[in-house]
């Protein structure tokens, strides 16, 4: 499975935290890595570098390949301009078409600024959704939990 892990927001909510020329993904918010890094931690294990890609824009490159030395370089998609998400998917998808060996393989869309505390089970849901995914089962999945209150 090939992992898609989406770092290219301005994170404007979490000022002053956060700044463009460093927004929330890159900064560490608990303990000393950033939520990216957090995010790479969680999958690299278990899929390894080959098979996770970091999508950001062009400006943050420099500060994702410093602080994801384990990913190849040409697995950090560098957006051209910010155009909100569904455009972003798609360069991803892009890019990915051109790395995966089958056009069957499943994909999983993550965001690097979350924070996760059951890595165990985070892994557990990726590896069924891997499985039903590959047998066919079903052609797209969507996880995700109950927001606990309304954000704007």
Same mark, same amino acid.
């Given at each position: &499975?090939? !992992?898609?892990?989406? @770092? +290219? +927001?301005?994170?404007?909510?979490?000022? %002053?935290?956060?700044?463009?020329?460093? %927004?929330?993904?890159?900064? %560490?918010?608990? +303990? #000393?890595? #950033?939520?990216?890094?957090? @995010? /790479? =931690?969680?999958?690299? *294990? /278990?899929?390894?570098?080959?098979?996770?890609?970091?999508?950001?824009?062009?400006?943050?490159?420099?500060?994702?390949?410093?602080?994801? *030395?384990? $990913?190849?370089?040409?697995?950090?998609?560098?957006?051209?301009?910010?155009? =909100?998400? @569904? %455009?972003?998917? +798609?360069?991803? &998808? &892009?890019? !990915?078409?051109?790395?995966?060996? #089958?056009?069957?393989?499943?994909?999983? $869309?993550?965001?690097?600024?979350?924070? &996760?505390?059951?890595? =165990?089970?985070?892994? @557990?849901?990726?590896?069924?959704?891997?499985?039903?995914?590959?047998?066919?089962?079903?052609? $797209?999945?969507? /996880?995700?939990e109950t927001?606990?209150?309304?954000?704007?």
């Open positions: &499975m090939k !992992l898609v892990i989406f @770092a +290219g +927001g301005s994170g404007r909510r979490l000022w %002053p935290i956060s700044r463009q020329k460093s %927004p929330k993904q890159f900064e %560490p918010i608990l +303990g #000393s890595k #950033s939520t990216l890094q957090l @995010a /790479v =931690d969680r999958v690299l *294990p /278990v899929y390894g570098g080959e098979n996770v890609f970091i999508s950001t824009n062009f400006k943050y490159l420099d500060i994702v390949r410093s602080q994801l *030395p384990d $990913i190849p370089a040409e697995n950090v998609i560098g957006e051209p301009a910010r155009r =909100d998400l @569904a %455009p972003a998917v +798609g360069l991803a &998808m &892009m890019h !990915l078409t051109q790395a995966s060996e #089958s056009e069957e393989e499943p994909i999983a $869309i993550l965001w690097g600024d979350n924070y &996760m505390d059951q890595v =165990d089970t985070f892994q @557990a849901v990726l590896a069924a959704a891997e499985q039903l995914l590959t047998a066919q089962k079903a052609r $797209i999945l969507f /996880v995700g927001p606990r209150f309304a954000n704007d």
